[in-house]
């Protein structure tokens, strides 16, 4: 039964653009315009735009994960204990660092590879396990889509009592990639004892939060929520010129937007008539900061 209010934005900030790694493009926003120690267990969170020859060669991690999420492209990952592989548009890489790892992170397609990569704290007794991979392959990945078209790519956790991801975390975590082609509200189950927030990558104008106390959001921006409530509400708002009228699904507008944003003002961008929504919730439960996490600020 979800509470009468749904939880409300608390920070709306601006993604960072700057180079990390061998000159590759991130735009970061926790670790950055966002402490982490401000929202445990997240460490980082990166939009990474990377064209070759630019990349992150081989670099140490230790004590959390690294989830890597492709949205366009491909990348090429290997490290010092044998393993390596590539993933491609819509994949997943979950890799638990544990004790420790030496990794790279090369681009794949000569054209620009997009993704994001979050950090994940393990709790201090999973800090020295031995490291582990989870490959989540685009079409492995669980799609929930409602009757207005809306969808939603179920990464890790359950969505709404609807659908479960298979991906293990130790940390447990929520990732939903939403795209919302409807002007509906739509609403998202979150555990009352989670921290969570969006990352907003394209759409059009859109309000987070109850209906009374609602924030317009924008692209590239991370939206924190407040920790009233067992819910997140999202509103969408579709722009149609006349010409539009007899196609409800196109949006007209000069800037996308729709999930992060600067000073209570969130953001999200569209160019392919979806709002584009990243959730990432987690249990702030049993977890040490003070473990090392060798954050290798030389990124991924």
Do not use: C
């Not at 966002?34 to 070759?52: A, G, Q, R, T, W």
């Not at 009757?147 to 956790?157: F, T």
């Not at 509400?233 to 800037?255: A, G, Q, T, Y």
Request: no cysteine.
């Amino acid at each position: 039964m979800l509470n009468k209010i749904s939880r409300s934005v608390v920070v709306s900030k601006k993604s960072r653009s700057q180079y990390d790694g061998a000159g590759a493009n991130v735009h970061r926003t926790i670790g950055a315009v966002v402490p982490n120690d401000s929202i445990s267990p997240f460490l980082m969170l990166d939009e990474f735009f990377v064209s070759k020859p630019a990349g992150f060669p081989s670099h140490p991690h230790r004590g959390f994960e690294t989830v890597t999420y492709m949205l366009d492209g491909s990348f090429h990952h290997k490290d010092n204990k044998g393993n390596e592989g590539t993933i491609r548009s819509g994949d997943v890489q979950w890799m638990t660092a544990g004790k420790g790892v030496i990794h790279s992170e090369m681009p794949g397609d000569e054209e620009v590879n997009h993704g994001l990569q979050l950090w994940i704290n393990l709790k201090a007794k999973d800090k020295m396990i031995e490291p582990n991979y989870q490959d989540l392959f685009k079409d492995d990945i669980p799609e929930y889509n409602d009757e207005n078209g809306s969808k939603v790519r179920v990464i890790a956790g359950n969505f709404n009592d609807k659908l479960s991801a298979s991906v293990y975390t130790r940390t447990p975590t929520l990732f939903f990639d939403i795209s919302l082609t409807s002007d509906k509200e739509f609403i998202v189950d979150i555990p009352s004892d989670y921290n969570a927030f969006f990352y907003v990558l394209e759409g059009t104008n859109g309000y987070i939060g109850d209906e009374n106390k609602e924030t317009l959001v924008h692209p590239h921006h991370i939206v924190v929520l407040d920790s009233e409530g067992d819910h997140v509400r999202i509103k969408p708002v579709f722009k149609h010129s006349e010409s539009d009228n007899n196609n409800d699904n196109d949006n007209n507008i000069d800037d996308g937007v729709v999930v992060r944003s600067e000073d209570n003002d969130i953001v999200v961008n569209s160019d392919d008539n979806e709002n584009n929504i990243v959730n990432e919730e987690f249990n702030n439960n049993n977890y040490s900061d003070d473990e090392d996490n060798s954050q290798n600020q030389d990124h991924e």
